[in-house]
Structures are given as structure tokens and as C-alpha cells.
């Protein structure tokens, strides 16, 4: 699964250039080093087919579906399960018509032993580049307005992943991040990127427990542990 993630794109050297290659430009993401459900953050779509281009939106973290009663919902689906979400009514749609990517520098995990949890971070190996964590978008309203919010989708871990957990975030290849984007990608083509695994190479290290905290802030949370 996905609980935590990070953005500090600064630190990426060829995160410009790979946005460039969408379309994006003129703009600042904020550095978020330890971003929980329900915290709004930009997040990359594209609302027409192609020749549109893509474009930053900010969403909260948290899909909640159009038929909802109310926004809390949307803690209950953080995560989304590639493998099923085509068939799912909750996210059917938004799978077929409103993907996303979810720019990150890296995101945690927990590895769990009885009690204690462990937590770690992953990053793409190459430091040069982030991560662009598959999601889906979501639009809902209420009598008064309305929020853009998304899921990230989550696949089978790969070795060393599953020693700390059994799922990982879906990351699209710099490559595919158009196809991905395209409301009119056939249903067909979708298919290949539910298949498990991942499509860039991932670094992992143990953190510090101060990232447990939601509230707390700052490149300690995903600094490599050192011992005393």
C-alpha cells in the first residue's frame, strides 16, 4: 500500500526536463517531506485527449466517489488495487477516464514485527529522478462546491519490497507517463500496467521513527538511519 509519500522535486535534476515532456511548465511544488491522507497536493493530469496537454492540479488525498454522501469518505480509499479497479463501481470510471500521476520524490512503509513498526523509505535508484506513482482523479460536489480529490494505485510488491510489505505503489516509466495521461488510451492498452512489479528501479532505506508522526516535518523524515 501507499500511506506517506514525499515532495521535495528540487532535488531531482531531470524532473523539468520529464515535465517539459508533458507540456508542463511555469510551475513551484511545494516540499512536503511527510504528505498523509487527506492533505491536498498538485497532482499531474491531463482532462482531454490527445493533443491536450497535461497540467497540475491540486487534489486532496483521499478519493472520494461522485455518488458519496459526504467527503470523509475518501479515507476510505487512499489506495486502489490495480488489479480489480477496472471492475470496481467506486473507481471504474475514473480508471478509464480520469488517471493522474502522483509526483514524488519517494514514498514510506512499515515494515511490522508483532507491535513494532519499522518505517522505510523508497526512491527511484536513480536519484536524478522522481517517482510518478499511477492514481486516479475524482470529482465530487455538495450543495456548497465541490473538491478534486485521488487514490494511488497499488500493485504486488517486488523483492526486497515484500520483506516490508506485501503491496507498492503502481510507478509509470517517464516513458509511458503519456499513454498513461490520456483519457483515450484504449482499455486494452491499460492492461499491461497491471501487471505486478515495477516499471523503474527502487532504493530503500530504514528512516528515522520521527516520520511515524504525520505532524512532523523536514528531510529527517527520509535521511537514512544511522546508528549512534
Known amino acids: 500500500m501507499c500511506g506517506r509519500f514525499s515532495q521535495n522535486l528540487g532535488r531531482h535534476q531531470r524532473a523539468i526536463h ?5 507540456g508542463l511548465d511555469g510551475f513551484a511544488i511545494p516540499v512536503r517531506f511527510n504528505i498523509a491522507p487527506s492533505v491536498t497536493v498538485p497532482v ?10 497535461a497540467e497540475f ?3 486532496r488525498w483521499g478519493f472520494v466517489p461522485s455518488h ?4 470523509s469518505e475518501g479515507m476510505r480509499h487512499i489506495n486502489a488495487r490495480i488489479e480489480t479497479v ?6 471504474r470510471d475514473a480508471f478509464l477516464t480520469r488517471r493522474c500521476l502522483v509526483p514524488a520524490s519517494g514514498y514510506y512503509e512499515w ?3 508483532g507491535k513494532a513498526r519499522t518505517p522505510f523509505y523508497i526512491s527511484n535508484a536513480d536519484p536524478d529522478q522522481p517517482l510518478a506513482l499511477a492514481g486516479i482523479a475524482g470529482d465530487w ?8 480529490t485521488f487514490a494511488i494505485l497499488t500493485t504486488e510488491a517486488t523483492a526486497p519490497l515484500q520483506a516490508i510489505h506485501h503491496r507498492m505503489p503502481v510507478c509509470i516509466a517517464p516513458d509511458d507517463w503519456a499513454e498513461w495521461l490520456d483519457p483515450a488510451t484504449p482499455p486494452d492498452r491499460l492492461a499491461r500496467f497491471s501487471r505486478p ?4 528501479d527502487l532504493a530503500l532505506w530504514e528512516v528515522d521513527p520521527y516520520v511515524n508522526n504525520a505532524r512532523n516535518e523536514g528531510e529527517r523524515c527520509c535521511q537514512p538511519l544511522t546508528a549512534d
Do not use: E, Y
Open 68 to 71: 458519496a454522501r459526504n467527503a
Open 197 to 200: 512489479g515495477s516499471a523503474v
Open 18 to 22: 520529464l515535465f517539459r515532456r508533458l
Open 44 to 53: 499531474i493530469r491531463q482532462p482531454a485527449p490527445a493533443p491536450a496537454t
Open 111 to 113: 515494515r511490522r514485527n
Open 57 to 59: 492540479c491540486d487534489m
Open 86 to 91: 477496472r471492475d470496481k463501481p467506486t473507481f
Open 141 to 148: 460536489f455538495d450543495g456548497s462546491g465541490g473538491i478534486t
